[in-house]
C-alpha cells in the first residue's frame, strides 16, 4: 500500500474509537497473563489503550508497556488506573525500559504490525532480552490462513450493515511478500471515512523459527486464552515461550502439571 507508514497508522483518529469495538475476550487474556506473570513485573509489547494492561494491573501485576503511538498512549492515560502504567513511547522491536520481567506479552495479532522478517525477528529478541532467566514470552495471534476467507488474495467483506451506514473489509493478500494490504471503508449517511493498515502475516512455525534465533523455545501452545488443546480446526493460537537455558516458566501449563 504505497505511502502506508505504520507509525502515524495509530493516530489521533485512530486512537479515539480504538476501544468502540472490544474482542470480548480481554478478561480471559488478563486472567491467564496473570496466572504467567505469578506475582512478577510484567510487560506488554504495543501497549495500546491498556485493554489488557488495566484488567491485568487490577488483578495485582505491575505492569509496563512500549507502544510506538503518543495517541494511544493518552488514551491510556486518560483512563482510571491508566496513570500507574509506565509507558515508554518506541519500536517494540527495538526499544527497552532498561529492565527484566517475569512475563512479557504481546497480544491481538500485533506482531503483525511489523512488516518485516527482519523486524518481527527482533521484536522476538527484544522480548528475550527482558525475560528474567524463568521469564516467559506470550504471543496471541490468528492463524493466517483463518484471517482470509475462502483462501481468496483479494476479497470484500461486509463487517458491519446498519441503516444508515455500512463497514467493509476492502483486502489483498500477496503471498510472496506475506503482506496483507486492508482498508476498513466505512460508508454512511454522513460520508465516507477509510481506517488502512498493513500486516505481515506469519504461521505459528515461523514464529518458532523466530524465537529460536532469539534464544527462546515454546513451552506451550493453545487456541485460545482458555488454554483449549490447539489443533488443526483452531484458527489462532496463544503461544508461550521461555528462554532455551532458563527454566520452566513459573505459572506455564507445564509447569503447572
Not at 480471559?28 to 501497549?47: S, T, V
Not at 510506538?68 to 509506565?86: C, N, Q, T, W
Not at 488502512?196 to 502475516?201: E, F, G, Q
Amino acid at each position: 500500500m504505497k505511502q502506508f507508514d505504520p507509525a502515524s497508522s495509530f493516530g489521533a483518529d485512530v486512537a479515539a474509537r480504538y476501544d468502540d469495538a472490544l474482542r470480548g475476550d480481554e478478561e480471559a487474556a488478563a486472567q491467564l497473563l496473570c496466572e504467567l506473570a505469578a506475582g512478577r513485573r510484567a510487560l506488554e509489547f504495543a501497549i495500546g489503550t491498556g485493554r489488557i494492561a488495566l484488567p491485568l494491573a487490577a488483578r495485582g501485576v505491575t505492569v509496563d508497556g512500549i507502544e510506538l503511538s503518543p495517541h494511544m498512549i493518552e488514551r491510556l492515560r486518560a483512563k482510571r488506573g491508566g496513570d500507574g502504567i509506565e509507558v515508554v513511547q518506541g519500536d517494540m522491536s527495538v526499544t527497552t525500559t532498561g529492565r527484566r520481567y517475569g512475563l512479557v506479552y504481546l497480544v491481538f495479532n500485533t506482531i503483525f504490525n511489523l512488516l518485516t522478517a527482519d523486524d518481527q525477528i527482533r521484536c522476538f529478541a527484544n522480548a528475550a532480552r527482558h525475560l528474567d532467566g524463568a521469564g516467559c514470552f506470550v504471543v496471541e495471534t490468528a492463524l493466517p490462513h483463518a484471517w482470509i476467507p475462502s483462501g481468496q488474495p483479494d476479497y470484500v467483506h461486509a463487517e458491519q450493515i446498519g441503516l444508515d451506514a455500512v463497514v467493509l473489509d476492502v483486502a489483498r493478500y500477496d503471498p510472496v511478500t506475506q503482506l496483507l494490504e486492508e482498508n476498513h471503508v466505512r460508508i454512511s449517511t454522513g460520508g465516507i471515512t477509510m481506517n488502512p493498515i498493513v500486516c505481515r502475516l506469519i504461521t505459528p512455525g515461523e514464529m518458532d523459527l523466530m524465537a529460536r534465533l532469539a534464544g527462546l523455545r515454546l513451552v506451550e501452545r493453545f487456541a485460545n486464552w482458555q488454554r483449549t488443546p490447539f489443533d488443526a480446526q483452531s484458527t489462532a493460537h496463544v503461544s508461550l515461550y521461555a528462554l532455551s537455558d532458563g527454566v520452566q516458566p513459573a505459572g506455564s501449563a507445564l509447569h503447572a502439571a
